[in-house]
Structures are given as C-alpha cells and as structure tokens.
C-alpha cells in the first residue's frame, strides 16, 4: 500500500509586536497592501464588519502591529484614527444612500442651487435610505459621485 509522505509546513507565522504606528504610516501600508492584491480584490478585505482594519493582513507592511484602533470606510476607503469612528459610520451610511438615490431616480441628491453640492437628507429621508440623519454636513465630489464630509473651497 502506497503512504504519503507528509510535508511540513514551511511556513512560520511571524510574531509582530504591538507598537504605536501613527495614521500616516498605517496610510502607507494599505496603499502597499493594495498595490501587491490580485486584480479583482475589493481592498475591503481588509475591514471587518466593525469598521476596523485587520492588522493581521497589514503586520508585514507595518513590522509591527498599532496600538491604535483606526477605522477605514468600506465605501470610500477613507482612515480615521480613534476619535472619528461615528465619522467613518456616517460616511458609509450617506455613500450608501445616495448610491441607492442615484441608482433608482438617475439624481444626485444634492440641495437645490447649493453651489457646493451639500447632500440633501431631506430627499434621502423621503425615499427612506437613512435610517438616521448625521451630526454633519456631506457633499458630493465631481469624482464618481463620491460623499466626503470637506466642504470644498
């Protein structure tokens, strides 16, 4: 009777150690990160459902693992440390909704004649896509209609 011959696994996995990495650095390593993914990959691999980043998948690119807790949005791929999770929450929730807006009435959901293109929870609301209305003011970019919530210049 044949046997296999059973291989070992070469692979060890590397202990990194938990340090603080400031936003930037970490900025850095997701652009690695995302430029070494096969074709096809939503970088939002990279969040889990809380909004946090999994620092497992980004160790090698940081040699370490940060102390800090930093969000990324699964919608505009956008970091924020600590302090600004509710931000991070608020722009998934209106990119979400004006995706839905544009998708079924062929409109951008913007104030009428604001000049910097303010969303309107106003019509968000009426067409039930928030299910709570943010603290903040959103606009939408001449970039693929995406939210953010810098008012521009």
Do not use: C
């Amino acid at each position: 009777m044949w046997k296999r011959k059973k291989q070992k696994k070469s692979e060890e996995k590397i202990e990194y150690e938990k340090r603080s990495i400031p936003i930037e650095e970490v900025r850095k390593a997701i652009h690695q990160y995302a430029a070494q993914m096969p074709d096809g990959v939503p970088l939002s691999v990279i969040i889990h459902e809380d909004l946090t980043i999994d620092y497992d998948l980004l160790s090698p690119y940081l040699n370490g693992i940060p102390t800090e807790t930093y969000y990324m949005s699964k919608e505009t791929y956008e970091l924020f440390p600590e302090q600004d999770y509710q931000l991070a929450k608020d722009l998934d929730t209106v990119q979400r909704a004006v995706d839905h807006y544009i998708k079924s009435t062929k409109e951008v959901p913007v104030i009428d004649d604001d000049p910097s293109k303010r969303v309107s929870f106003f019509k968000l609301e009426r067409e039930h896509l928030l299910p709570y209305r943010p603290g903040r003011d959103f606009y939408i970019t001449d970039e693929e209609f995406l939210v953010t919530y810098k008012a521009p210049k």
